[in-house]
């Protein structure tokens, strides 16, 4: 996948989480949290394009692009239960390099 599409999908999953964190039932915040900042992690590293500590690769681009738009989705519809799975499953589409 090319540079500009993993940040796109990366600040959807950011924003996800945010909201979730932000908006979310106070059970769920916590893990709401966690998701943004790790997320933030490669939001950050992609600012600065040659940082290598942070780069990742996906098991599947198509996938993790459709995970974070509809992480984002369901965030907005405020569906934080799916919206933190979909968090969930696309963090654990991520490989670090």
């Known amino acids: 996948m090319d540079h500009a599409a993993f940040l796109v999908a990366i600040r959807q999953l950011c924003a996800a989480a945010d909201i979730a964190a932000q908006a979310g039932p106070q059970n769920l915040r916590f893990d709401a949290f966690q998701l943004l900042a790790f997320f933030r992690r490669y ?3 992609g600012l600065s394009h040659a940082s290598s500590s ?3 690769s996906t ?3 198509e996938l993790f692009l459709r995970t974070a738009e509809a992480a984002l989705t369901m965030a ?3 569906e934080f239960p799916a919206s ?3 968090l969930e499953q696309a963090r654990s589409l991520l490989h670090v390099t």
């Open 43 to 45: 939001d950050d590293a």
């Open 54 to 56: 942070a780069s990742a």
């Open 59 to 61: 098991s599947n681009d």
């Open 76 to 78: 907005g519809r405020n």
């Open 84 to 86: 933190l799975a979909l």
